[in-house]
């Protein structure tokens, strides 16, 4: 069934999880996602990011749709949520789809631009009932545009989350959530990620809204577990399913006398379901 962010963030805080949310660039990982949320019977978020569409991977009106079919027929509650706008236009797009939520990401531009522009985004998702995520700073690693790409996909301690910063930000936008960076980076780690624990439990206490870690796969169990601990209510996560799936294809394919694409596409979603599921495991537990 469909479900809100606002509430699905509401609920993970009262319980001290957080909530999972994986990009959907294509039907295989929707199905992956799905079935391992409903496996779980916990609820879930499913996400297109408009980079994926500058990359060519997928458009959001072919996925879109698909996405809000998918949710509202799923035995557990699921957001659906547009990662990573960057123009309003974009936005207004997937709220009429039906998303029930999307984030707009103003952290390329000066702080009062962001501020001026996020509140429009608000503004506009309050219209259709949907809420908003927003980031201030900068996330490295793969994300809305090129110029945003770091070449080392490392980050600096300078460029973390603000905590006096991100709670005017939030106080003046009137967002839901609020992307913030403390450690971790989009894509591939090439080395341990070093998260700055202290500065979660700060955001925590700071921020008038959830904290939403992006940039969330490839960390430790240990690590998820503290971030969480710490205060984090959503994780975006990506990359590490999609690599989940890609060696279950490659190994299929060379098991095969003839790779067909359809057995290759079974064995990703198998893998893909698998490693969602290993993450809702983490990402959904209550502390004992
Ligand atoms: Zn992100």
Redesign the pocket.
């Known amino acids: 069934m469909l479900a809100n962010m606002r509430n699905l963030l509401k609920e993970a805080d009262s319980r001290g999880t957080a909530i999972g949310c994986f990009n959907a660039t294509g039907l295989e990982n929707i199905l992956a996602v799905i079935a391992a949320a409903e496996k779980l019977h916990t609820p879930v978020m499913i996400q297109f990011a408009q980079a994926h569409e500058e990359e060519h991977l997928m458009t959001l009106d072919v996925i879109g749709p698909v996405m809000m079919d998918a949710a509202r027929r799923a035995s557990v509650p699921v957001g659906v949520h547009l990662?990573?706008a960057v123009e309003l236009d974009y936005i207004r797009k997937a709220l009429e789809l039906g998303f029930t939520s999307v984030m707009f990401d103003g952290s390329d531009l000066p702080y009062d631009e962001n501020i001026l522009l996020t509140r429009r985004a608000v503004e506009l998702a309050r219209k259709y009932g949907a809420s908003v995520e927003a980031e201030i700073g900068v996330?490295a690693g793969i994300?809305l545009n090129n110029q945003k790409i770091a070449e080392d996909r490392s980050l600096e301690e300078k460029m973390y989350t603000d905590p006096k910063a991100a709670r005017q930000f939030a106080e003046s936008t009137g967002i839901d959530c609020l992307?913030c960076t403390f450690g971790t980076v989009?894509g591939f780690y090439k080395s341990a990620p070093r998260l700055n624990f202290e500065l979660v439990e700060e955001l925590y206490r700071t921020l008038p809204v959830p904290i939403v870690m992006?940039?969330g796969s490839g960390i430790s169990r240990e690590d998820y577990r503290r971030v969480i601990r710490a205060g984090v209510r959503k994780i975006?996560y990506y990359t590490y399913m999609a690599k989940a799936g890609g060696e279950a294809a490659e190994k299929a394919a060379a098991a095969a006398e003839t790779p067909l694409f359809h057995d290759l596409a079974c064995a990703a979603v198998e893998a893909m379901t698998k490693n969602a599921e290993e993450a809702l495991q983490i990402f959904s537990a209550r502390e004992e």
């Open positions: 990662d990573h996330m994300t992307a989009h992006h940039g975006n």
